[in-house]
């Protein structure tokens, strides 16, 4: 299985900031995602992040709000833009396709836990 | 939209006991995985399932994949307080996403 880091592990926020999330995987993988968690509850996929284009959003989930970056096969970043204290959740990177094969099982991120005052 | 149901949603036993998750979809999938989150911690790989009627045993959890590849369930036997977490299903296919279950959050009482 990959080895996935993000930063940081938590954070508290004001409310009108911007909070950059950032995921590190230890292998070149296909695919990366990121998910939203509220606590004790499912995971709801906010975007897929592509290397060099531009992520696809999940309805509900625009650009502007939460830009997302892929610069190369081992790297992300998630951006919570002009946050409110609806912002406040875990968010999870997640990757699969360690091979190289798209279809294979995802592995996830130890997440960021965000709350917005 | 593909949609997997979990049951029970939540779930209080005594150390001991044994229990079921239920997952169930109307569409069918590649594979399955399960999933456990502990608080604090991402979701971590259980087991992937793949053939319809498999069935994989990992210690106490056994995994079973229905024959038309729509349903899935967990059992947890001789459950134990390292047990509590919340469980996902994942139904996967093979355009790269999952579809997540609701989950069940499984407390084991000592």
């Known amino acids: 299985s990959a080895v996935i880091s993000q930063k940081p592990s938590r954070d508290i926020c004001q409310r009108g900031t911007s909070l950059t999330i950032q995921c590190q995987v230890d292998s070149q993988v296909t695919m990366m995602f990121w998910y939203r968690q509220q606590p004790g509850q499912s995971l709801t996929l906010i975007a897929t992040a592509n290397q060099g284009s531009e992520a696809t959003y999940e309805s509900g989930f625009v650009i502007d709000k939460f830009p997302i970056s892929r610069p190369n096969l081992t790297f992300s970043t998630l951006t919570v833009s002009n946050m409110s204290p609806e912002d406040s959740s875990i968010y999870l990177c997640?990757?699969?396709?360690?091979?190289?094969?798209?279809?294979?099982?995802?592995?996830f991120g130890p997440g960021t836990r965000l709350l917005v005052l | 939209t593909q949609l997997l149901e979990q049951s029970p949603q939540f779930l209080s036993i005594q150390e001991g006991e044994n229990l079921t998750v239920y997952c169930n979809s109307s569409s069918v999938f590649s594979s399955l995985q399960w999933y456990r989150q502990e608080p604090g911690e991402g979701p971590v790989l259980l087991v992937t399932?793949?053939?319809?009627?498999e069935v994989k045993k990992l210690k106490r959890l056994t995994f079973q994949f229905g024959d038309a590849r729509k349903d899935s369930s967990l059992h947890i036997t001789a459950a134990q307080p390292g047990d509590t977490g919340l469980y996902l299903c994942a139904g996967h296919t093979n355009a790269g996403k999952s579809t997540f279950g609701d989950g069940t959050t499984l407390t084991v009482k000592p």
């Open positions: 399932v793949v053939t319809g009627g």
């Open positions: 997640s990757v699969s396709g360690r091979s190289g094969a798209v279809g294979e099982t995802q592995y």
